[in-house]
């Protein structure tokens, strides 16, 4: 599975924006998928994940309230709507696909990544 991550970029501070993330290859219709951002010198951070049906969604303390994790399975795409956004959620955020069908905070639940879409929220 390929994951193509896009939507991000240059935003003010409350302001939103909305990342993408459409599987190539095969379906991911079957998997749990996840939100994690990074930035230099940093571990990689869980952000938001969602199970196989999107019945489940589970998000970071720090994101709570601002961000929401969806998923369309006929359109095999995932999304991050981010609300509020804050000067500290500036970062590379990647989406992944889960070896199981829930989500998971552990990055290493992990088996595919995808590029990775830079978010700077300026002041």
């Known amino acids: 599975v390929q994951l193509q991550a896009s939507g991000g970029g240059l935003v003010q501070a409350g302001g939103s924006l909305r990342l993408s993330c459409a599987a190539s290859g095969r379906s991911f219709s079957g998997n749990g998928m996840g939100w994690f951002r990074q930035n230099p010198g940093k571990e990689r951070e869980f952000v938001a994940a969602i199970n196989w049906s999107g019945d489940s969604t589970y998000v970071a303390d720090s994101v709570k309230g601002r961000f929401t994790i969806s998923r369309d399975n006929a359109r095999d795409t995932v999304y991050l709507q981010m609300a509020s956004l804050k000067p500290e959620d500036t970062a590379v955020y990647y989406c992944?696909?889960?070896?199981?069908?829930?989500?998971?905070?552990?990055?290493?639940?992990?088996?595919?990544w995808g590029q990775g879409t830079l978010v700077t929220v300026s002041s």
């Open positions: 992944a696909a889960a070896r199981f069908s829930g989500g998971s905070s552990n990055p290493g639940s992990y088996t595919s």
